[in-house]
């Protein structure tokens, strides 16, 4: 299964993000696991996602647009690529670790790798409006 912006958009947070965010679908097609499944591991994953908090700003790093791409293998093993609000983040080495221990406390979720990218830079148009609404950006 692999999670990407244009497969089932009824996921995203909201229509500004869904050409963005990586979590907002899944493409039953390429996988072999059942759609009810896929269906409850995407909000699984999201849920486990939405659990994960950059210290220094008190919004999720789902909502802020962090989490730019989730891989589901058909054995449930889980990549997620996410980036940081800044490279020189304080964090910058703690939060992959807290990303992976989220996930992997999902039912039936066998393991779970985080890679921290920087490209596409993160910049404050990736947030969703529920985080902007939370930050006063409106």
Not at 37 to 61: C, F, G, N, S, W
Not at 68 to 93: E, H
Request: glycine share 4%; proline share 11%.
């Amino acid at each position: 299964m692999d999670m990407s912006p244009h497969d089932t958009p009824d996921l995203a947070p909201d229509a500004a993000r869904q050409a963005q965010a990586p979590t907002e679908g899944v493409d039953p097609i390429a996988s072999a696991l059942p759609p009810e499944e896929l269906e409850r591991l995407t909000q699984d994953l999201i849920a486990a996602l939405k659990t994960v908090y950059d210290p220094e700003i008190p919004v999720d790093i789902y909502e802020l647009g962090l989490i730019y791409r989730v891989d589901v293998s058909d054995d449930r093993d889980v990549v997620v690529d996410m980036t940081l609000t800044a490279p020189g983040c304080p964090v910058a080495g703690d939060m992959p670790g807290w990303v992976q221990t989220a996930v992997e406390s999902i039912p039936g979720v066998k393991s779970c790798t985080v890679n921290l990218i920087f490209e596409p830079p993160w910049d404050q148009t990736r947030m969703s409006d529920e985080a902007k609404l939370n930050l006063n950006m409106f």
